[in-house]
Every structure is written in structure tokens, then in C-alpha cells.
């Protein structure tokens, strides 16, 4: 019997992404709600009207 790298290949291959797949996907998922939940307050900031500015002083070194 000989080596097939070429089957050796698509096995491994097949396996890492079927372990990627399974322990990614929670990651993946939390990922979308925080996405989605930065969708929401992002709307919900743009509501306010009047937002106060805040401006620092460019160059000025840190404060002591």
C-alpha cells in the first residue's frame, strides 16, 4: 500500500475545519449580537440631539 498524500490532505483538511466549525461558531455567535447590539445604541446615540463636544488641547504634553 502506498501514501495518497492527496486523500491524506482532504482528510486532514476535513477535520480541522469540522473542529474550527464547532468551537468557532459560539465565538461567531456572540460576535453577531454584540454586533447587532452596537447597531442598537449606535441608533439610540444618534436620537439624542444636543450632544455635548468635548475638545482637548492638541500639542499640550500631559498634564502634571
Known sequence: MSF???KFGREV???VKDYLERNL???IARL???????VLLEAQ???VKN???VR???GSGPAT
Not at 453577531?32 to 452596537?38: G, N, P, Q, T, Y
Open 25 to 27: 461558531s459560539p465565538v
Open 4 to 6: 495518497d498524500g492527496e
Open 13 to 15: 483538511v476535513g477535520i
Open 45 to 47: 446615540a444618534g436620537a
Open 51 to 53: 450632544k455635548p463636544v
Open 32 to 38: 453577531d449580537a454584540l454586533e447587532s447590539r452596537l
Open 56 to 58: 482637548v488641547a492638541a
